[in-house]
């Protein structure tokens, strides 16, 4: 599974522990990799409802590809569940995020070390971007990353 379907797959409209599940089948580099059809496997599995898992799976992928540019432009880079530069101890909790967003090089140092995630709602209220970006801020000034 490529980067840009691990992208795709975190884009889909589908509860988090289908998602997880699915890719848990994958667990490995090497199958993951050796399976060129995976996105539309997991579309269909994480949205049994839908039998339009290949036109789905084209949108996502358009959508990731987009996804992909705009990160790229803000010097943001995609790190995804199976990449060696992924940390370990965050893929081995029970539901690890597809794909990270790295502000710079990804990779040691920026993966290793004290490592801290802020976690929200994609609908922030104004007060809780504010105390985000203060918190995030503390933290790396303190040297967690």
Avoid at 75 to 91: E, K
């Amino acid at each position: 599974m490529t980067l840009r379907d691990l992208v795709a797959l975190s884009l889909l409209d589908a509860p988090s522990r289908r998602k997880s599940a699915a890719l848990s089948a994958l667990s490995s580099a090497d199958r993951a990799h050796a399976a060129p059809d995976a996105l539309e496997v997991l579309v269909a599995w994480c949205r049994p409802e839908g039998s339009e898992g290949l036109r789905r799976s084209l949108e996502l992928r358009a959508a990731a590809d987009d996804a992909l540019e705009r990160a790229s432009r803000q010097g943001i880079h995609a790190v995804g569940v199976f990449d060696p530069q992924y940390p370990a101890a965050l893929a081995a909790i029970p539901d690890p995020p597809a794909v990270l967003w790295v502000l710079g090089q990804p990779g040691p140092p920026a993966l290793s070390g004290r490592l801290v995630a802020i976690v929200g709602s994609r609908r922030a209220s104004a007060y809780g971007l504010e105390v985000a970006e203060q918190l995030a801020y503390d933290l790396a000034r303190a040297g967690v990353v």
